[in-house]
């Protein structure tokens, strides 16, 4: 059951953007250390984020990876060949209907995410020590509201010109 919040007030823009400013760097600080683990496995981040959503998502086809990874179903066509070439994924038919190929995850393109995922998540845990655990809770809870708030996150409002 998710606790009540409280308050429905929205947060001043200054704070927001604060927020903004500080997820930016997070996500830098994730990609350098992603990078890192990367260049030992020999794939490329847009591999990796593809191999990622086919773990974690179950079997998909090339768009909604694409989708996933915002980018087209082309772009997400190379990093879907080196998978399959380097027997992370297989692709198979949807047993529903023929047309559909679905990408599936192969054992050790299993491994592999896991073991790139802990690395990670070990190299992460380091840039924490100290946190009170309320303070990662806290985070957490901000970071998953942002991450599964639908579709009002992925529009971009308009803003008026200056």
Excluded: K
Excluded at 9 to 16: F, G, K, S, Y
Excluded at 53 to 68: C, S
Excluded at 110 to 124: G, I, K, T
């Amino acid at each position: 059951m998710t606790p009540p919040r409280a308050s429905v007030a929205t947060p001043p823009v200054q704070d927001v953007e604060e927020l903004l400013a500080s997820l930016y760097g997070a996500t830098h600080a994730v990609r350098d250390r992603l990078r890192d683990e990367l260049e030992r496995t020999g794939l490329s981040a847009p591999t990796f984020w593809a191999l990622h959503h086919i773990v974690t998502e179950g079997p998909r086809n090339v768009g909604q990876v694409a989708a996933a990874c915002v980018v087209t179903s082309a772009n997400v066509s190379t990093a879907v060949e080196d998978l399959v070439a380097a027997d992370l994924v297989r692709r198979a038919r949807a047993d529903g209907d023929r047309r559909v190929v679905l990408l599936t995850p192969t054992p050790r393109g299993r491994s592999l995410h896991r073991a790139v995922w802990e690395r990670v998540s070990q190299r992460l845990a380091t840039s924490l020590t100290g946190l009170a655990p309320a303070e990662l809770d806290a985070a957490t809870r901000v970071l998953h509201r942002l991450s599964h708030d639908g579709a009002e996150l992925r529009r971009i409002p308009e803003v008026p010109a200056v």
